[in-house]
């Protein structure tokens, strides 16, 4: 079948498999998830019982959760592409190194601000969370801006699924109004360079329900409930 992706919005980190996947260019379909709703009703969770985001069906039918693991899965198909790198070289190590610190210290680094979106939070405690969260993300902008150093992507020349992760996460920083990315001038270059890029541009519409140019291998939108029964039949 046509793999399908399910994405969450607003701002969902799934953002980056879109960017990933309109590189593969290989078919694929995406299902529009609705966060907190459906993400967390009953027919989401036959798809990923823990209800987040992404989540992706593959051509076989199988069901692979968490970006890394979606991620992983578009890379080892877009080897020809440069997009990941065969398991067990230096490459692929260096993959899952990036995607590891993406994922456990970026990514979590803005947890408790998006907490503080979530839930009604007043007093002291949200001045103290607030200024924690901030803090978390300045330390991991400055640490990945010193990763990124001078090369034009995360991992040297040739962008990845890494740089793809990155740019759906980095907008988190405008979004919580916490760092000025001017401050990390390596890693304004590298999201200026993919803001400009047709697959992030694509992503921004898809995700803000706007007509999106694909670079050839969307396949269109499919609904929750008819991909439910395409896959459980």
């Given at each position: 079948m046509t793999p399908i992706l399910f994405y969450g919005v607003p701002s969902g980190c799934s953002f980056g498999a879109i960017v990933a996947l309109e590189w593969l260019a290989h078919p694929y379909r995406l299902s529009r998830i609705q966060m907190p709703e459906t993400v967390s009703g009953e027919a989401f969770r036959r798809?990923?019982?823990?209800?987040e985001t992404p989540a992706y069906a593959s051509k076989a039918g199988a069901i692979i959760t968490e970006s890394m693991a979606i991620l992983n899965h578009i890379a080892a198909h877009g080897l020809d592409q440069q997009l990941g790198y065969p398991q067990?070289?230096?490459?692929?190590?260096r993959l899952n190194q990036m995607l590891g610190y993406l994922n456990t210290s970026f990514?979590?680094?803005?947890?408790?601000l998006w907490h503080?979106?979530?839930?009604?939070l007043d007093g002291p405690g949200r001045t103290v969370l607030a200024e924690y969260g901030r803090d978390k993300v300045l330390k991991a902008h400055a640490t990945l801006d010193t990763l990124l150093g001078r090369q034009p992507w995360l991992l040297g020349e040739h962008r990845s699924v890494a740089d793809a992760y990155f740019a759906g996460i980095a907008r988190w920083a405008d979004y919580h109004q916490v760092a000025d990315r001017r401050d990390y001038p390596n890693l304004q270059r590298l999201y200026d360079t993919l803001q400009a890029d047709p697959a992030v541009q694509f992503a921004h519409g898809i995700e803000a329900g706007q007509p999106a140019v694909s670079a050839g291998a969307f396949q269109g939108h499919i609904e929750l409930a008819d991909a439910l029964a395409l896959l459980e039949r």
């Open positions: 798809i990923n019982p823990v209800a067990g070289s230096p490459g692929f190590d990514f979590n680094a803005f947890t408790p503080l979106v979530e839930h009604e």
